[in-house]
């Protein structure tokens, strides 16, 4: 009983302290997700990359570890100093025999560009409807404020931007899956300046 209580009184705690941070990060109250947990079994999901072809995460689980990285698109300067960073250590992570591949809410022509940006070395994957977004719970809706500054800053609604009809985003998480399906790295915070490193990945494997 005193474990069910202590339990629920630290939840209680997370939540208060998470959503005072919600706002400034364009996170809508109620809104915001927790990301899969270390030893659970992850969601597979068939995607379309940048070429327009499907990768399907069990498969590719048959040749080794996945590190699946979501960012937030290519209007994201952040994102794409991030991304650029992954191309240039990608041999790395090629070697300790892990395959990263980045996903975004980003329509295609929006991958497009960015895999321009990054030479058509990374695996970028296009989450068509937040389908692995919501699975893998990552995905909150913006609030009115961060939804008018996203428009000022990229000309576009973050539902122009994406193609959909509902204004979503990831948290920048990263999670690392075995070959046994299981997530064995997590890293998840609100804050998108805040990521995994390829050195983080490795030394997680």
């Not at 995460?57 to 996945?66: F, R």
């Not at 240039?88 to 809410?105: H, R």
Request: aromatic share 12%; with cysteine.
């Amino acid at each position: 009983m005193m474990k069910n209580v202590f339990a629920a009184f630290l939840c209680l705690i997370i939540s208060s302290v998470s959503a005072q941070e919600l706002s400034q990060f364009g996170i809508e109250a109620g809104t915001e997700s927790r990301g899969l947990k270390l030893g659970e079994i992850a969601p597979d999901f068939e995607l379309k990359n940048a070429q327009g072809e499907n990768f399907s995460l069990y498969q590719a689980l048959e040749s080794g570890d996945v590190a699946v990285v979501f960012y937030r698109g290519a209007w994201c300067p952040i994102c794409n100093r991030y991304l650029s960073n992954f191309a240039d250590s990608l041999e790395l992570l090629t070697k300790a025999n892990i395959q990263p591949v980045f996903i975004t809410p980003n329509r295609l022509e929006k991958l497009a560009e960015t895999a321009d940006k990054t030479e058509g070395a990374l695996t970028l994957l296009f989450d068509d409807n937040y389908g692995t977004m919501d699975a893998y719970r990552v995905s909150f809706s913006l609030t009115d404020g961060y939804r008018k500054m996203f428009k000022n800053y990229t000309s576009e609604t973050v539902e122009e931007m994406n193609g959909t009809s509902e204004a979503k985003l990831p948290v920048p998480a990263t999670f690392v899956i075995g070959h046994d399906k299981k997530v064995k790295y997590v890293h998840f915070k609100y804050d998108y300046s805040k990521r995994a490193s390829v050195q983080d990945i490795l030394n997680n494997k």
